[in-house]
């Protein structure tokens, strides 16, 4: 393979990284067909250059002789079908980078057949959901889902139907919220005294230990994260220290660190203990009340009608038993996603998607309408492929 062959002939790894059956590694180039021929040793004897293309062709990889099947997919292209276990397609594409095939990564691989746009953005992203729910709204997007959004409005700026294009504008800034957290999860951060329950109450929300439970008081001492889904949304569940007033130089870091973390959350589950309701007053002053949610744990330890009723609303909860973990879900998913999306609805997924419409915005909020224009056109233009 001469230099520029090697230069021009490429392979990436085309299903994801993990667990699975198989993995699919694709090649290439105007020497890929040459390249995987000096590799794999069909069964049927046969080039892979003088087989039909998509027909599947079993046989054995040289360097490791590991059974596998091959596919001429287009003329320049070569799909290795191999075991899906790490050190499997970690072999084939070190065996090709040696025999002269540059290597890219997944992204790269994907932009060097498709072009840069939304909808190569939306499905690097849907390849990195954590749920389905929001795997299957990028996939939406994928489908042209926010570029027909983006041109409804466009088309209504150019006609001078102004009223309808910040309607549409102000509807897409409401989804960002959203849309930028399809991949990303919503931070849960649970806060209160110390022994209210808040490790049982992470522990019962995720569905197993995570967090260490103890009856001494400041047993929490750092951040302890548990990623899970409510509503087919990816949430975080962060569990803090306990706040008191302390002299313990290590728990006093614990408690600096848990009014840092009440400050970056999405929600806070401010937890009390349903026989005290001991609501600590050392929460950060400038935390929105909306981002707030007052729960009463160890319901279990009184009578429904001995329970105190606190002024504000609060969800009453068991760790230890499961009472009214489904209604205090229900309402988590309430407060951070609201009330979702409708079905094939465009929304913004990436921060420079949502800084954009905010400049638009802007611009029309100054009477720079060709500002706007070029703006919201921006988002559509189809960026050169990566080399």
């Not at 250059?49 to 062709?57: G, K, N, S, Y």
């Not at 047993?219 to 306990?242: N, S």
């Not at 009340?289 to 009453?316: C, F, M, T, Y």
Request: proline share 5%; hydrophobic share 45%; with cysteine.
């Amino acid at each position: 393979m001469n230099a520029a062959a090697r230069r021009s002939t490429w392979a990436w790894v085309l299903t994801p990284a993990g667990r699975g059956a198989v993995a699919t590694v694709r090649v290439e180039g105007p020497e890929a067909a040459a390249l995987v021929d000096r590799l794999f040793e069909p069964a049927s004897q046969v080039a892979l250059a003088e087989q039909p293309a998509d027909r599947i062709v079993f046989g054995r990889w040289s360097t490791t002789g590991e059974d596998l099947v091959v596919c001429r997919r287009e003329p320049e292209a070569i799909e290795i079908h191999c075991h899906g276990g790490s050190a499997a397609v970690a072999s084939i594409i070190a065996t090709l980078a040696e025999h002269g095939c540059a290597t890219l990564d997944w992204r790269a691989g994907l932009a060097r057949n498709m072009p840069r746009s939304l909808e190569t953005q939306a499905l690097e992203l849907a390849c990195q959901a954590r749920t389905q729910r929001t795997a299957s709204i990028l996939l939406e997007q994928q489908s042209g889902a926010l570029r027909r959004e983006l041109q409804r409005i466009i088309e209504q700026l150019a006609s001078g139907e102004a009223a309808a294009a910040h309607t549409g504008l102000n509807v897409l800034l409401a989804r960002g919220r959203l849309g930028l957290h399809l991949v990303e999860p919503f931070r849960i951060a649970l806060a209160g005294p110390v022994n209210v329950g808040k490790s049982s109450l992470l522990n019962a929300l995720v569905g197993y230990h995570r967090a260490i439970v103890s009856h001494e008081p400041g047993t929490t001492r750092d951040i302890v994260t548990a990623t899970t889904a409510i509503g087919g949304w990816p949430i975080e569940l962060r569990d803090t220290a306990g706040l008191r007033e302390t002299d313990e130089t290590l728990e006093c870091e614990g408690i600096r660190r848990a009014r840092a973390e009440l400050a970056d959350a999405d929600l806070v589950l401010l937890v009390s203990d349903a026989s005290v309701l001991a609501i600590a007053p050392m929460l950060p002053a400038d935390l929105p009340e909306d981002h707030i949610l007052s729960v009463v744990n160890k319901s279990d330890l009184l009578a429904s009608d001995q329970l105190p009723l606190p002024a504000e609303p609060v969800i009453r909860v068991s760790a230890r038993t499961g009472e009214g973990l489904d209604r205090l879900l229900d309402e988590i998913e309430g407060r951070v996603v609201g009330e979702g999306l409708p079905p094939g609805a465009g929304l913004p997924f990436m921060p420079e998607h949502v800084a954009a419409l905010r400049t638009t915005t802007e611009a029309l909020a100054t009477g720079d309408l060709a500002r706007a224009l070029t703006t919201l056109n921006g988002l559509l233009v189809v960026q050169p492929a990566a080399e």
